[in-house]
């Protein structure tokens, strides 16, 4: 789905990401860890497009979505209004069965996004970007922000996705527990290198990741 090799991107003399190197299989639940700063969003943002690569490549198989860090709903549009923008390139325009998938946004449709709680814009957020039919989507920062309920609610969104539309996510999670819960495998990405890879279980199992982002001492 997702093949990056090698890849390198620059902000004018600035390095963000330095060879890193990932993939995202069909199916798959992949968590991308890191600090502030690490390149995680600049990595997102190089998959669908907006930043462009200055060495190495991106492949993607199938349709991508990103769900971007901030909930960026439109905030004047209605939530159906903003859920229709998300189609508009596939020309889909039947926001349906996202009220199927997400059934907590049905009772908002009529209401204006810049209005909702934080965990609903998201929700906005995500609806949006699923109504662009993706096979993978890559979702900056889930959690952030969030009551631990309402990232509940999403995850279970998630992973039901994932076991009963096959969709492949690429999270992207300061939170590491809860990146390393959701997904199998992940990569530890550190000052725009990748610092650590495996399946969850190793990551969750190695001093250093268990040190700096569980909060566990080594
Ligand atoms: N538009 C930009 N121009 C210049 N430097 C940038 C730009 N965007 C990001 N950077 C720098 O690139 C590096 C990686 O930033 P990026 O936003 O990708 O990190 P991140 O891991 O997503 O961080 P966060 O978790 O805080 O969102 C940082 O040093 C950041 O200051």
Known sequence: MIDVVDLTVRYGVAV???????????????????PNGAGKSTLVNTLSGIQRPAGGTVSISGRLAHVPEGRQVFPDLTVDDNLRLGGWRIRNRDTGPIYE?????????RRRAGRLSGGEQQMVAVGRALMARPE????????????????????????????????????IEQNARLALDLCSRGYVLEAGRVVAAGTAAELAASPRVADAYLGVAG
């Open 101 to 109: 998938i997400l059934p907590g946004l049905t009772p908002l449709r």
């Open 136 to 171: 993978v989507l890559a979702v900056d920062e889930l959690s952030l922000g969030l009551a631990p309920l309402v990232v509940a609610d999403l995850v279970r969104h998630l992973r039901e996705l994932n076991a009963d539309h096959g969709l492949a996510v690429l999270l």
């Open 16 to 34: 963000a990401l330095h060879a890193v190197n990932l993939t995202v299989a069909e199916g798959e639940m992949v968590a991308l860890i890191g």
